[in-house]
Nanobody, 129 residues
Framework: QVQLVESGGGSVQAGGSLRLSCAAS????????MGWFRQAPGMEREPVAA???????NYADSVKGRFTISEDNAKNTVYLQMNSLKPEDTAMYYC???????????????????????WGKGTLVTVSS
């Protein structure tokens, strides 16, 4: 059974930093794509970043230059380093897994999440001004 468990959320002031983690279990890492997504109260879910098993990355324009996605395959964990946080970054952050990089690219570019096979339950990030 595949499980994705996010952690690292919390409350921070604007300009601060947080690092989110997503630990995966029961998932084959031979070929995969992992992504971070977020949803603010009353808003649609939006993409944040994705990383392929070979290290390729892709980011939403809203977080480019501030957020960095990385992975530790030995630990089956994906990270999201978030710097220069803004109040508009406040949201529930979810990680998700897909079988191919194309699925992640479609999710990031077109907000089409149909290719994302597994989702975590989320971790809350609150940024105060």
């Amino acid at each position: 059974q595949v499980q994705l468990v996010e952690s690292g959320g919390g409350s921070v002031q604007a300009g601060g930093s947080l690092r989110l983690s997503c630990a995966a279990s029961g998932y084959s890492y031979s070929s995969h794509c992992m992504g971070w997504f977020r949803q603010a109260p009353g808003m649609e879910r939006e993409p944040v970043a994705a990383i392929d098993s070979d290290g390729s990355t892709n980011y939403a324009d809203s977080v480019k230059g501030r957020f960095t996605i990385s992975e530790d395959n030995a630990k089956n964990t994906v990270y999201l380093q978030m710097n220069s946080l803004k109040p508009e970054d406040t949201a529930m952050y979810y990680c998700a897994a897909a079988r191919s990089w194309v699925d992640c690219l479609v999710a990031i570019a077109h907000e089409d999440y149909s290719g994302m096979d597994y989702w975590g339950k989320g971790t809350l990030v609150t940024v105060s001004s």
